[in-house]
């Protein structure tokens, strides 16, 4: 591992995380939103839900302009646009007005999503850009645990709005490691063949790809079960089980850690058992966990500890699952990375709204539905992995599988 790669992981790593910090930080203060804005458990997780929405919708923009223009320019748009759409955030006086200025930050948080991706597979495939993609998480992922820590101590101190302000003051630091730290990868003579049409065509090559399409809904929905467990369980821990928000911070943070850890042995794995064999053996075991939480709530249990010691050694599976299907879609894509990483989070994104925004027609501070929501995620994601890798024990052809 070379001190470069290291290098290149932190700070890839620091501005892919910069738009999940604005969702981690926010989680704890989501009842105090509600009772500051008048608006009622439904309306503020909208505020979440438009995010997800933008996030996912400025990735399709924010790829090819990434292959046309270079990967710098775009992300310095994106950067500044999540900058001042955070600061009106921290002045917004009704629910709506947060909520559409949370979608004008999902908008700008995008390019900080997309292009890290792109910028990966730009300079690496197989397994080293599995391991450059498991770094990248390492970064990314302390976000769940710092975050909602550094947010719980923020509105301690000053308020949910101090949240928001503090988003703003990460937005102008990303724009100075955008600056300074982070070369262009995306040489001119590789630019020329890339435009508007191009980019349409991209997409209509990647919509048309079964196994690329496979691979990035297994991610997908692995990543909606969690984004599931994301909107409700404040409401969950804090008022049904009583947690302060330090103490859902922790809880909530030792989920990301599980998967952090998980994370770093991915491309150990993958070279030993070839990426597609360890999706499949962790997306079982991911939903055998989820199973056994959704049988125990089902029947009227109702013990925290159980909820969490489940959900780490979920967490912990989807760990290996996330990054490896995405090297794995991106694999043969090399000359039009930008947009087929943004497709991807896209995709990704839309998906966790979607399900966060049916979990939310049923939101309660029990954590049963919670639960259902988390499980339907996982359990499609083993269904599609069996249907893109095969099962368990079956090798498959199609793309070296």
Same mark, same amino acid.
């Given at each position: ?145 710092? /975050?909602?820590? !550094?947010?719980? @101590? *923020?509105?301690? #101190?000053?308020?949910?709005? +101090?949240?928001?302000?503090? $988003? %703003? ?98 491309? /150990?794995?993958? !070279?030993?058992? @070839? *990426?597609?064999? #360890?999706?499949?053996?962790? +997306?079982?075991?991911?939903? $055998? %966990? ?112």
């Amino acid at each position: 591992m070379t001190s470069r790669m290291l290098r290149l992981a932190l700070v890839l790593g620091l501005l892919s995380a910069i738009g999940p910090f604005a969702i981690d930080m926010y989680l704890p203060a989501l009842p105090a939103i509600g009772a500051s804005l008048h608006a009622d458990p439904a309306q503020v997780q909208m505020s979440l839900t438009a995010f997800f929405i933008a996030i996912g919708i400025g990735q399709l923009l924010y790829g090819p302009v990434s292959d046309m223009a270079g990967r710098k320019a775009p992300l310095f748009f994106g950067l500044g646009l999540y900058t001042l759409a955070s600061v009106g955030c921290a002045l917004a006086r009704d629910v709506e007005m947060l909520v559409a200025l949370r979608f004008v930050q999902g908008l700008g948080a995008a390019a900080g999503m997309a292009i890290p991706r792109a910028v990966v597979r730009d300079l690496h495939t197989g397994n080293d850009a599995a391991r450059l993609m498991s770094l990248l998480m390492l970064v990314f992922s302390v976000s769940p645990i710092l /975050a909602p820590l !550094a947010g719980s @101590g *923020l509105i301690a #101190l000053s308020g949910w709005r +101090a949240v928001f302000w503090f $988003a %703003a003051a990460a937005g102008l630091a990303g724009l100075a490691l955008t600056t300074f730290s982070l070369t262009e990868t995306r040489s001119r003579s590789q630019r020329l063949d890339s435009s508007l049409g191009g980019a349409l065509r991209a997409y209509g090559v990647l919509l048309r790809d079964g196994h690329y399409l496979g691979l990035v809904f297994i991610g997908s929905f692995a990543m909606g079960g969690f984004f599931v467990y994301l909107a409700n369980s404040s409401f969950v821990f804090i008022d049904h089980y009583g947690f302060t928000p330090t103490q859902y911070s922790l809880a909530f943070g030792l989920n990301a850690a599980a998967f952090i850890g998980a994370a770093q042995f991915t491309a /150990a794995l993958g !070279a030993r058992l @070839g *990426l597609p064999r #360890l999706v499949r053996r962790a +997306a079982l075991a991911s939903a $055998a %966990a989820m199973c056994v939480m959704l049988v125990y709530f089902l029947a009227g249990g109702d013990d925290f500890r159980v909820l969490m010691a489940l959900q780490f050694v979920g967490s912990a599976f989807v760990g290996w699952v996330i990054p490896s299907t995405s090297v794995l879609a991106l694999e043969t894509h090399g000359g039009i990375a930008g947009t087929a990483s943004a497709l991807m989070g896209t995709l990704q994104m839309l998906t966790g709204a979607l399900m966060m925004g049916a979990s939310s027609l049923f939101v309660g501070h029990s954590p049963v539905m919670m639960v259902v929501g988390m499980a339907a995620g996982v359990f499609g994601s083993l269904l599609l992995t069996w249907l893109t890798l095969g099962a368990p024990g079956q090798r498959m052809r199609v793309h070296g599988a």
